[in-house]
């Protein structure tokens, strides 16, 4: 299985609140990602990283900031936490990058476990 | 806008029946299809990339079959272990979505019953 460890696993927090979540691997993947998961929804894409303090927004960023100070951290912060971002939010990472022209790209990602968020 | 619809939502099955589940998909240029299966209270696990139609992956009692417009995940002789949620992604040629570009449908729920 691939390292990846997601924490916190659990938080309740009030609308307003600063939260962070960390992604932490050690399979030192160049691409990390966080991706959110709601009844109804397929997994979208908040945010993701190509490298270490490369990172940039996916389908449903706002709301949402990232940061990558080191190859193994990705971390998804949401500055003023609101009931809209109770979720279950993974983390993934994969080895190949983006979908560029020409390249192969697998849609192999690993995923963590999951943080669940409620903003109450 | 890249599309994706599984169905059913849900399927209930004996252990031993076999059966299909399918990922309906509207993108401009595939460039992929995948499939992963996730348990209860887990992130999803990567099973299989399709990438032209008439292509087919098999891994145990699993099957991935697809076309130019669908692909199916034939489930022969099921056990209980096989219950989770299985999703479908694609990969548009040129993503607009972001790194990946991947586009999941929202899944579809197995139980096999023993």
């Known amino acids: 299985d691939a390292g990846i460890t997601q924490s916190p696993r659990h938080k309740v927090t009030e609308t307003g609140t600063p939260v962070t979540l960390r992604c932490h691997q050690t399979e030192n993947h160049r691409y990390m990602y966080w991706y959110r998961q709601d009844p109804g929804h397929g997994l979208r894409l908040i945010h993701y990283?190509?490298?270490?303090?490369?990172?940039d927004k996916g389908e449903v960023s706002d709301g949402y900031s990232v940061s990558r100070s080191k190859t193994e951290d990705f971390l998804l912060t949401l500055e003023s936490a609101t009931s809209s971002q109770t979720s279950v939010y993974f983390c993934a990472i994969s080895e190949r990058g983006p979908a560029v022209a020409g390249a192969l790209n697998t849609g192999e990602l690993f995923f963590g476990e999951g943080s669940r968020l409620t903003v109450l | 806008e890249d599309q994706v619809t599984q169905s059913p939502e849900a399927l209930r099955l004996q252990e031993g029946e076999s059966s299909s589940l399918n990922c309906s998909y509207t993108v401009s240029g595939l460039r992929g299809l995948f499939w992963y299966r996730q348990d209860p209270g887990k992130g999803p696990e990567f099973l299989f990339t399709?990438?032209?139609a008439g292509e087919e992956k098999e891994k145990e009692r699993l099957k991935a079959t697809l076309t130019k417009k669908e692909s199916f995940l034939h489930i022969t002789a099921p056990k209980p272990e096989d219950s989770a949620t299985y999703l479908c992604a694609v990969q548009a040629i040129y993503s607009g979505g972001g790194a990946d570009g991947l586009t999941f449908g929202k899944g579809t729920h197995l139980i096999i019953q023993p």
């Open positions: 399709l990438y032209s």
């Open positions: 990283s190509y490298g270490v303090k490369d990172t």
